[in-house]
């Protein structure tokens, strides 16, 4: 079975803090992906991957980078905290095929930014 | 801009009862539509369809596309606890491969 791990369940994390979330995937897919969730917003794209050092900005980039620098690997950081930022993120990841946009999903990191 | 539009945004029902939710698109180069279900974290894959009329099936659970009315309905009967969830919709974009996502369904199934 596919796996993608999310390093933390839950966060609590000060104004102004660098945070870095990080997601791994054990398939060896190509696409990495980090969204938000929101009640009453639905998932939100903040950026996604499709190889090594290659990064796409998504819906709702700012505020956020990311950082590739192994394929199973895909990391979000926050460069200054804010409260708005609190949030559900939810990392995913998937094949490189246009006949299958199936994505599999970590456990999501839920961040309060105080 | 690519659509996902989910309806409702909330459903409570009693268990047993049969549920249908709804969801409509706008996407160019329309290639298929996807649903998850969200029980506590993360979205797990229920089907995948590209078909038009082609109904999929798992359980008590279907799935079926309509390409010409653009829209796809999620099927649940005899709902159980269990069915509690947050379904999503989903579509790839245009030369893309990342999902435009609905903003869900609550499901709220109590005995």
């Known amino acids: 079975d596919v796996k993608v791990t999310q390093s933390s369940r839950y966060l609590v994390k000060r104004t102004g803090e660098k945070v870095f979330l990080e997601c791994v995937q054990d398939m060896d897919h190509e696409n990495m992906f980090w969204y938000r969730q929101d009640p009453g917003l639905g998932l939100r794209l903040i950026y996604f991957?499709?190889?090594?050092?290659?990064?796409e900005k998504g819906d709702i980039p700012e505020g956020y980078s990311v950082s590739r620098e192994k394929k199973e690997r895909f990391s979000l950081i926050l460069e200054s905290a804010s409260t708005n930022q609190t949030s559900m993120y939810l990392c995913?990841?998937?094949?490189?095929?246009?006949?299958?946009?199936?994505?599999?999903f970590g456990s999501g990191t839920q961040l309060s930014v105080l | 801009e690519d659509k996902v539009v989910q309806s409702p945004l909330s459903l409570v029902v009693h268990e047993g009862d049969t549920v249908t939710l709804n969801c409509s698109y706008e996407v160019t180069n329309f290639r298929s539509l996807l649903w998850y279900k969200q029980e506590k974290k993360a979205p797990t894959f229920l089907f995948m369809l590209?078909?038009?009329?082609i109904e999929k099936k798992s359980g008590r659970l279907s799935s079926i596309l309509d390409k010409k009315e653009l829209f796809s309905i999620l099927n649940i009967t005899a709902t159980q606890t269990g069915d509690s969830a947050i379904y999503l919709c989903a579509a790839p974009g245009a030369g893309s491969y990342q999902l435009t996502f609905g903003k869900g369904t609550k499901l709220s199934v109590i005995p």
């Open positions: 590209t078909s038009s009329g």
């Open positions: 995913a990841s998937s094949f490189w095929s246009a006949t299958n946009e199936k994505l599999f």
């Open positions: 991957s499709y190889d090594v050092k290659m990064k």
